[in-house]
Every structure is written in structure tokens, then in C-alpha cells.
């Protein structure tokens, strides 16, 4: 396993297009974590994961943004209509659960560029 | 609701000099976690260290070690004898319990200077 891995990794869009990006987490973990960071900026957290159910969703994510994870294995962030404002790396990350395995281990990330 | 701060932008240091990042954070909850993330230019965010709020022993980590003041709510990241592969952007980052979402900083820039 080489840790989590997300496609893609850049990703150029019109506005008003859809986007959909996917996460493949390290497979012993049952933990998936999104969260969206813009330049400069630290990262802010959009929801979560635990195996196949969606445990808690930032306000952050509005009604555009969906995330599945439908086997509890990988999963993906769909981002609808577009706008230049949706423009950020979107980072995935996973853990366990049991203590020491609750660390967050993350992906290099999607950049998403909204034109 | 949960904050963490970071109000130091943009650090540097002499390489094989010491520095320190701040960091402060408010909560009132009395189990949680402490981390400071190391996010290289374009590469993947990695852990560099964490301090459980029941400890009370700072945590240490080679060359990174930590200034937990828990009454003060203040978590400082010391980084001893650096090096040029320590540029990178710090985030100090809060996890209440067993939760796993975590809360950033917005980060401090640290450049290291040959």
C-alpha cells in the first residue's frame, strides 16, 4: 500500500461544469476525511467518512457538493455547477479508528482550477 | 466552536539554527489532540508530531519537540538544528477525541536559509 492516493490531480474546468474527483484511501483504514484548502490558507474540513456512512457535513459543503464512499472503500467528491469560487486543492485523508491508528494520513491532493 | 491560531505568517531560520512556531487554540473540551502538520511546496501534508492533552510530558520527536502549555491553551512547535529540507508550511492542527476531523491554522511559512 502507498498511502492515499487521489485522481485526479489537476483538474481545469469551465464554470458551470461538473466535476468528480475520487480518493483511495490506505486500505486497512475505515476513516475517509475531505476537506478543501485555498492558497495560503490552512485546510478546512467538509466531511467524513466512517467505512460506507457519511458521519458529518460541513456547512461548507453546500447542496452542489456530494461525496459517496459506497463499499467503505474509496470515495468520491462530485462538485456540481461550478464557480470560480470553488477553485482550491480539495484533500482526501483516512485513519483508523483504534488508538494509535486514529492519525490522519493524507493525499497529495486535486487542484481545481474553475475558468 | 473549536479555533486554532497561528499568527506567525512567515518564519526563518539559519540552517543548524533552532526555531520555534506558535500556535494557540481554544476549546472547552478536556479530551483532545494536538498536531503540527508539515506541508512541503506541492507535495503531501505529513505528521510531524502530536501531544495528547492528558499528558502532561511535552512530546519530542528527533529534532521536533513541543512547549504544551494547556492552561495557557498555547502548543509551540520547536524545531532544533534545521535543516533545508524543514521549508515547508507548518499547520497546527486540533482534534477533539477520538473524532478524527481535524481543525487547522491558517500556517506559518517557514523558510530556512544555507
Known amino acids: 500500500d502507498t498511502g492515499v492516493s487521489q485522481d485526479p490531480r489537476h483538474k481545469i474546468t469551465k464554470r458551470g461544469q461538473n466535476v468528480t474527483f475520487r480518493c483511495d484511501p490506505i486500505s486497512e483504514h475505515n476513516r475517509l476525511y475531505w476537506y478543501r484548502q485555498t492558497l495560503g490558507q490552512g485546510p478546512e474540513f467538509l466531511t467524513y467518512f466512517q467505512n460506507e456512512a457519511q458521519l458529518e457535513k460541513s456547512r461548507l459543503l453546500s447542496d452542489r457538493f456530494s461525496a459517496e464512499r459506497p463499499k467503505g472503500s474509496f470515495s468520491t467528491l462530485e462538485i456540481q455547477r461550478t464557480e470560480q469560487g470553488d477553485s482550491a486543492m480539495y484533500l482526501c485523508?483516512?485513519?483508523?479508528?483504534?488508538?494509535?491508528?486514529?492519525?490522519?494520513?493524507f493525499g497529495q491532493g486535486t487542484r481545481l482550477t474553475v475558468v | 466552536a473549536q479555533t486554532v491560531t497561528q499568527s506567525q505568517p512567515e518564519m526563518s531560520v539559519q540552517e543548524a539554527e533552532t526555531v520555534t512556531l506558535s500556535c494557540t487554540y481554544d476549546?472547552?473540551?478536556?479530551?483532545?489532540?494536538l498536531f503540527w502538520y508539515k506541508q512541503p511546496p506541492s507535495r503531501q501534508m505529513i505528521l510531524v508530531i502530536r501531544q495528547e492533552a492528558y499528558k502532561q510530558q511535552n512530546a519530542t520527536e528527533n529534532r521536533f519537540s513541543v512547549n504544551f502549555q494547556k492552561a495557557a491553551k498555547s502548543f509551540s512547535l520547536k524545531i532544533s538544528d534545521s535543516q533545508l529540507g524543514d521549508a515547508a508550511m507548518y499547520f497546527c492542527?486540533?482534534?477533539?477525541?477520538?473524532?478524527?476531523?481535524?481543525?487547522f491554522g491558517q500556517g506559518t511559512t517557514l523558510q530556512v536559509k544555507p
Open positions: 476549546t472547552s473540551e478536556s479530551d483532545y489532540y
Open positions: 485523508a483516512s485513519s483508523g479508528t483504534g488508538v494509535p491508528n486514529t492519525e490522519a494520513f
Open positions: 492542527a486540533y482534534r477533539r477525541g477520538n473524532t478524527g476531523k481535524l481543525i
